[in-house]
C-alpha cells in the first residue's frame, strides 16, 4: 500500500517491493553467522521496545515495575533486483520472547529453523510456532564440528515433522551452503502456496 | 553526528551510560505515528534532497531524510541511528505527515498474483 500524497512529486521512482525470510533456532545455533553469511551488507541489529503485560511467561515476581522488555533482532539484506529486497531476520537472541513478536513473522514469505542436533530441543518451540501460524519452513540442521552426524531422517523422526517439510544439513559459516537453505525454502513456500491454492479452488 | 576528536563530554559519556535522550523525548512523549503503520521492511525514501529545519521537525527527523536519500527498510534506518522501530516509526509519520518521505508497504504473500516474485528471489539466489 502507498501512503498517497497529493502533493507528492510527480514520477517519483516507484519503489521496490520487499519480502522477508525469518532465520529462527536456539540460542547460539547460528542465525546471525547465516544472516551474515548471506547477506550484502554486515547483518545490522534493530532493538524494540515491547512495553505488552502479555510478555507472560516471563516470571516477573520480585520486579513487577519492569513492563518493558527490549528484544534485539540481527538482519541483513540481499537486493534481488531493482524491483525486489529480500530481509532475513534472525529472531532476537532472548529466544524465549521472540515468538511473542507476532509482527516479525506477520508477512513473513518463510522460515530457515536452524538445528543443531547436540541440542535438537531448543528448536522445538521455534517449529511449533511457524506450523502453528502455518508459515512455510524448513529445517537446517548445522553442522557442527565435533557433533555427531545424524541421518536426515533421523532428525525429521526426532522433530516429529510433517513428511513435506524439507530437513536439510548446511554449514552456516558458508555462503553457498546458506544460499542452498535460501532457494530450498523458496521452493518449499512456492509449492506450499500452490497446494493452498489448489486447495482453496477445490481441485 | 560529527565527531570532534575526544572531548571532555566523549570520555564520560559512552555506550554503557545509554542514550543521552530517551526515546520517548526523541518522539515528544509519543507513542504511535500519526499517519501509517511501517512495517519493519516498508520501504522509505525521502522525497526532497534537503528539509529545512522548522517546528517539529527535529535532527532526528533530518537524519532520517539523510539516510533516505537511499531507498532504506523501516528496520534499516533503526540500526543506522540507533533508535528503537517504534521511536523511527514515530518520526516517520511526522515525515510522511508533510510528504516528506514516500513510503512502501511489503507485500504479502496471499496477496501475490503469481509465482513470479519467488521465481525471481529463487534465480537471483542462485546467481549471488
Known sequence: ?203 | MTVQGESAEQQWVDDHAGPVVRPYAVTRGRARPVTGTFDLISLVTATRAEVTPEIGIGPEHLAIVGLCQRIQSVAEIAAHLDLPVGTIRVLLGDLAARSLVQVREPQTTAGLPDNSIFEAVINGLRAL
Open chain 1, 1 to 203: 500500500m502507498d501512503y498517497g500524497h497529493s502533493d507528492r512529486p510527480a514520477g517519483a521512482t516507484p519503489l521496490p517491493t520487499a519480502i522477508k525470510i525469518l532465520v529462527a533456532g536456539g540460542f547460539g545455533v547460528g542465525k546471525t553467522t547465516m544472516v551474515g553469511a548471506v547477506s550484502e551488507t554486515r547483518p545490522l541489529r534493530t532493538e524494540e521496545v515491547l512495553t505488552e503485560s502479555g510478555v507472560g511467561i516471563d516470571d516477573l515476581s520480585g520486579v513487577e515495575s519492569k513492563t518493558t522488555t527490549t528484544v534485539a533482532m540481527d538482519f541483513g539484506r540481499i537486493t534481488i533486483s531493482d524491483d525486489l529486497v529480500l530481509y532475513l531476520f534472525g529472531t532476537p537472541g532472548q529466544d524465549r520472547f521472540w515468538f511473542v513478536w507476532d509482527e516479525l513473522a506477520l508477512g513473513a514469505i518463510g522460515a530457515v529453523v536452524l538445528a543443531d542436533t547436540r541440542r535438537l530441543a531448543d528448536c522445538f518451540p521455534s517449529i511449533d510456532y511457524f506450523e502453528g501460524r502455518g508459515t512455510p519452513f524448513v529445517v537446517a540442521v548445522n553442522c557442527f564440528e565435533g557433533a555427531r552426524q545424524y541421518r536426515l531422517d533421523e532428525v525429521q523422526a526426532a522433530l516429529n515433522l510433517d513428511p513435506g517439510v524439507p530437513v536439510l544439513l548446511c554449514d552456516a559459516r558458508q555462503r553457498e551452503s546458506s544460499k542452498e537453505v535460501l532457494v530450498t525454502l523458496m521452493e518449499h513456500a512456492m509449492k506450499t502456496r500452490e497446494a493452498r491454492r489448489r486447495a482453496a479452488n477445490g481441485n
